[in-house]
């Protein structure tokens, strides 16, 4: 480019910039500078070094926390996914006036603060709660049967707080099949059992693909629901994370665990974009 | 590659979506080896009749055999039946071998054979350089012949069309109809083909049924079809036709006279029910009126003087459209042997004789 046609593209885009320049800035200020922050504090306290860092190999106590989280989250993501499945594929099989009421009720509850949700989820499966005084009463139990404070409590809030994000790319990829293909497939000879595996599975695959990284993601940093459904029995990495620098002030601890916890997302996302294409999962294209 | 084709029977097959009768009490016998067409406009049934054929739609009432053999309850893939869908509805994921192959995998033939007749089949339809490409590389042409070799791969009982060439342009489709009927002289199948395209229907089939609002209005070889129309409505889908309503004057052996307006006609063939002073509704094909200058002395024919309102040239033919005393009527004539020159107010003389026009039921 010669001078003066810098000039032209600088002078051409420069409002442009502008324009964006605030928000530029409120990133900078407020979401790069502290995460670089927490990159460094994980480095230098309490001492310079990969000291921090050493602890994944050796602590129990780390690698307990790992496990658990990992563990719940395999959970969350396969159980959510089955789920989300049959949703979206009754969403993209539905008459599309009756779509819409259904797309209101799968995202009615990301309306509705995850506090709300997890103590809501408290009054039906505690001791005393809805289900176990029910089953009490019908006499099917005799014991009340221990759903809360527990990996199941927190894998039942999280499944349900996951739907909708495996919900809409599911559905996304369903929505742009053929509806012809699984005829076709059936008219060929395939039973509908082997339409479904053979045509209509596959053709969803990046859709799956995109669900599973978004919703074991978005696992992965759950902080509300475990702590509450878990009743601080179950430690997942968040809780961990928040345990150690806001109780015991052990902030080197605590910003390795968030520095692994955002590295291991980053590879994810990044395997994630050689398999699926990402505009795609998020709703463009 | 076909073995052995069968007979399908359609006995008084209805199907009710609430109210509406798609498909009303249609019974029809397609002969083994036969190139059938279900023929009409959108929303007579006749997509709807396939899929009930195919399985997709389970009749409401009504039996449909395959060589004596009810095959009203079986579900489509236990029917054996090769499908060409609208659109083609070709797997996108799988390669065109790998699609070609799917009905013999689904059918868990060895894999050898598979190769084999997969290879067979892409060599039928002249599409064996292209099987490992993916159906989106493809033409329409090329994609229309994979779900071809796909729907014959099989050696099904019968090959069900739906539309098969409605996607393509006017050339290609015409070069793919000579393609399709060849491959049913070869295959010796039944093909049963469902269109809205009454040109396509004409030139392929060996019989024609036509359906509207759900009911088989008439069948019959396309000749047939095209030169006796029972109703004004086949008249005007299959081609087209100059209509003449008018009131029986006469009723004479072979024939009856009958008269539009002031105009009086002759009409031979049969007088059916007709009495004398009954309405009588006569169809005319616009290419056997003769248009000449002069009023011809012959008795014998029917006469109708009118003015050119409208003329357009075809090349092969010119298009003329006449008003006279009975209406506007539409002729076509040779462009080499046209006897009058062609201009718009010009005073001419329409004739046709008794046999060339058919008499039809008004519906």
């Given at each position: 480019?010669?001078?003066?046609?810098?000039?032209?593209?600088?002078?051409?885009?420069?409002?442009?910039?502008?324009?964006i320049?605030?928000?530029?800035?409120?990133?900078l200020?407020?979401?790069?500078y502290?995460?670089?922050?927490?990159?460094?504090?994980?480095?230098?306290e309490?001492?310079p070094?990969?000291?921090?860092?050493?602890r994944l190999?050796?602590?129990?106590?780390?690698?307990?926390?790992?496990?658990?989280?990992l563990r719940?989250?395999?959970?969350?993501?396969?159980i959510t996914?089955?789920c989300g499945?049959?949703?979206?594929?009754?969403?993209?099989?539905?008459?599309?006036r009756?779509?819409?009421?259904?797309?209101l009720f799968?995202?009615?509850?990301?309306?509705i603060s995850v506090?709300?949700?997890?103590f809501?989820?408290?009054t039906l499966?505690?001791r005393?709660g809805?289900?176990n005084?029910?089953?009490?009463?019908?006499g099917?139990?005799?014991?009340?049967l221990r759903?809360?404070?527990?990996?199941?409590?927190?894998?039942?809030?999280?499944?349900?707080?996951m739907i909708?994000?495996?919900?809409?790319p599911?559905?996304?990829?369903?929505r742009d099949?053929?509806?012809r293909?699984?005829?076709?497939?059936?008219?060929?000879?395939?039973?509908r059992l082997?339409?479904f595996?053979r045509?209509f599975l596959?053709?969803t695959l990046?859709?799956?693909i995109?669900a599973?990284?978004?919703?074991?993601?978005?696992?992965?940093?759950?902080y509300?629901t475990?702590?509450?459904?878990?009743g601080g029995?179950t430690l997942?990495?968040?809780?961990?994370i928040k345990?150690q620098i806001?109780?015991?002030?052990?902030?080197?601890l605590?910003?390795?665990m968030a520095?692994?916890?955002?590295?291991a997302i980053?590879?994810?996302?990044?395997l994630?974009?050689?398999l699926?294409d990402?505009?795609?999962?998020f709703g463009q294209? | 590659m076909?073995?052995?084709?069968q007979a399908?029977?359609i006995?008084?097959?209805s199907?009710h979506?609430?109210?509406?009768?798609?498909?009303?009490?249609v019974?029809?016998?397609?002969?083994?080896?036969r190139f059938?067409?279900?023929l009409g406009?959108?929303?007579?049934?006749?997509?709807t009749l396939l899929?009930?054929?195919?399985?997709?739609?389970a009749?409401?009432?009504?039996r449909i055999?395959?060589?004596?053999?009810?095959?009203?309850p079986?579900?489509?893939?236990?029917?054996n039946?090769g499908?060409?869908?609208?659109g083609?509805a070709?797997f996108?994921?799988?390669?065109v071998?790998?699609n070609?192959?799917?009905?013999?995998r689904?059918?868990?033939?060895p894999r050898?054979?598979?190769?084999?007749?997969?290879?067979?089949?892409?060599?039928?339809?002249?599409l064996?350089h292209?099987a490992d490409?993916?159906?989106k590389?493809?033409?329409?042409?090329?994609?229309?012949?994979?779900?071809?070799?796909?729907?014959?791969?099989?050696?099904p009982?019968?090959l069900?069309?739906?539309?098969?060439?409605s996607?393509?342009d006017k050339?290609l489709?015409?070069?793919?109809?000579?393609e399709?009927?060849?491959l049913?002289?070869r295959v010796g199948?039944?093909?049963?083909?469902?269109t809205?395209?009454?040109?396509?229907?004409l030139?392929?089939?060996d019989?024609i049924?036509?359906?509207?609002?759900g009911?088989?209005?008439?069948?019959?070889a396309?000749?047939?079809?095209?030169?006796?129309?029972?109703t004004?409505?086949?008249?005007d889908?299959?081609?087209?036709s100059?209509?003449?309503?008018g009131?029986v004057?006469?009723?004479e052996a072979g024939g009856f006279?009958?008269r539009?307006g002031s105009?009086?006609?002759?009409q031979?063939?049969?007088s059916g029910?007709l009495?004398?002073?009954?309405?009588a509704?006569?169809?005319?094909?616009p290419?056997?009126?003769?248009?000449?200058?002069?009023?011809?002395?012959?008795?014998?024919?029917n006469i109708?003087?009118?003015t050119?309102?409208?003329w357009?040239?075809?090349?092969?033919?010119?298009?003329?459209?006449?008003?006279?005393?009975?209406?506007?009527?539409?002729?076509?004539?040779?462009?080499?042997?046209c006897p009058?020159?062609?201009a718009?107010?010009?005073?001419?003389?329409?004739?046709?004789s008794a046999?060339?026009?058919?008499?039809v039921?008004a519906?």
């Amino acid at each position: 480019m010669t001078r003066a046609s810098t000039a032209r593209f600088l002078g051409a885009s420069l409002p442009w910039w502008l324009l964006i320049l605030p928000a530029l800035v409120l990133m900078l200020v407020f979401y790069v500078y502290p995460l670089a922050e927490v990159l460094w504090i994980s480095v230098t306290e309490p001492e310079p070094g990969l000291g921090n860092y050493e602890r994944l190999l050796t602590s129990p106590a780390v690698q307990r926390v790992w496990v658990t989280t990992l563990r719940i989250c395999v959970i969350t993501t396969v159980i959510t996914l089955l789920c989300g499945y049959v949703v979206a594929y009754a969403l993209a099989s539905a008459p599309l006036r009756l779509q819409r009421w259904m797309f209101l009720f799968v995202l009615l509850p990301l309306w509705i603060s995850v506090l709300v949700r997890a103590f809501a989820w408290v009054t039906l499966l505690r001791r005393q709660g809805l289900i176990n005084e029910a089953l009490l009463a019908t006499g099917l139990i005799e014991e009340p049967l221990r759903l809360i404070w527990n990996e199941f409590g927190i894998a039942v809030g999280m499944i349900h707080y996951m739907i909708p994000y495996a919900v809409l790319p599911l559905y996304a990829s369903m929505r742009d099949i053929d509806p012809r293909l699984v005829p076709a497939a059936r008219g060929l000879g395939a039973s509908r059992l082997e339409a479904f595996r053979r045509v209509f599975l596959p053709l969803t695959l990046p859709g799956i693909i995109a669900a599973t990284v978004l919703v074991f993601i978005f696992s992965l940093g759950f902080y509300v629901t475990p702590a509450i459904l878990g009743g601080g029995r179950t430690l997942m990495i968040a809780e961990y994370i928040k345990l150690q620098i806001l109780d015991l002030i052990r902030w080197g601890l605590g910003t390795m665990m968030a520095s692994t916890l955002l590295i291991a997302i980053l590879l994810l996302l990044w395997l994630m974009s050689r398999l699926v294409d990402i505009r795609r999962v998020f709703g463009q294209g | 590659m076909a073995a052995l084709s069968q007979a399908l029977t359609i006995e008084r097959v209805s199907k009710h979506y609430g109210p509406v009768r798609a498909v009303d009490d249609v019974s029809l016998t397609i002969g083994r080896g036969r190139f059938v067409t279900l023929l009409g406009p959108s929303g007579s049934g006749k997509t709807t009749l396939l899929m009930a054929i195919a399985g997709f739609v389970a009749p409401t009432s009504g039996r449909i055999l395959l060589d004596e053999r009810p095959i009203t309850p079986l579900p489509p893939e236990k029917r054996n039946f090769g499908m060409v869908f609208q659109g083609y509805a070709l797997f996108p994921h799988m390669t065109v071998a790998e699609n070609v192959a799917f009905p013999l995998r689904v059918r868990k033939v060895p894999r050898a054979e598979i190769a084999r007749r997969v290879a067979d089949a892409l060599a039928l339809v002249q599409l064996g350089h292209l099987a490992d490409r993916l159906p989106k590389q493809l033409s329409g042409g090329q994609q229309q012949r994979v779900a071809l070799a796909r729907a014959l791969v099989f050696e099904p009982s019968l090959l069900l069309l739906d539309e098969p060439l409605s996607a393509l342009d006017k050339k290609l489709r015409a070069e793919l109809q000579v393609e399709l009927k060849e491959l049913h002289r070869r295959v010796g199948l039944t093909f049963i083909y469902v269109t809205h395209d009454q040109e396509e229907a004409l030139s392929m089939s060996d019989s024609i049924a036509i359906l509207r609002d759900g009911r088989l209005v008439q069948e019959g070889a396309p000749a047939a079809l095209y030169e006796r129309p029972a109703t004004r409505f086949v008249a005007d889908f299959l081609g087209k036709s100059n209509f003449l309503e008018g009131r029986v004057e006469r009723i004479e052996a072979g024939g009856f006279a009958y008269r539009v307006g002031s105009a009086r006609f002759v009409q031979n063939g049969p007088s059916g029910e007709l009495s004398v002073g009954s309405e009588a509704l006569v169809a005319l094909r616009p290419e056997k009126v003769m248009v000449l200058g002069e009023a011809p002395a012959d008795p014998a024919l029917n006469i109708l003087p009118g003015t050119i309102a409208a003329w357009s040239y075809f090349g092969s033919a010119f298009a003329l459209s006449v008003d006279t005393p009975v209406g506007r009527m539409q002729a076509t004539v040779p462009a080499w042997r046209c006897p009058i020159e062609p201009a718009e107010g010009r005073p001419v003389q329409l004739a046709w004789s008794a046999e060339a026009s058919v008499r039809v039921v008004a519906d």
